[in-house]
């Protein structure tokens, strides 16, 4: 479990050049929306600092971890107490301080937009 917060980030949102080295990083060598869609899981399982805390509708949660459901969407599990939820990583409030590997989560979210 990675638990560490990302004082490196210099730039929030990250640059768009920053961003489309992100997909290419995130997408190469991979083929159709499922590959591409599953490479950007396997970086942000790389990379975002799991776990962290958020506020959804004005209530902390805590993201333990990200997923694939069955229909390929990338979503957080998240959890209060002993309820879990999942939330669209499209739709996540980011905390700040942001958790380390965040901009993995922006790159989706253009890489989405852009498709």
Known sequence: MKARRDSSIERWPPSKTRIRTLIEEATVDAYGDSEQRTGFLTM???????????????????????????????????????LRQRISILDLPLPRPLPAGAEWIEAYRAWIRGR
């Open 44 to 82: 942000m399982e790389e990379h975002l600092a799991v776990p962290f805390e958020t506020g959804i509708l004005g209530v902390r949660v805590t993201v333990e971890r990200i997923d694939l459901t069955d229909d390929e969407q990338i979503v957080a599990i998240c959890c209060r107490g002993r």
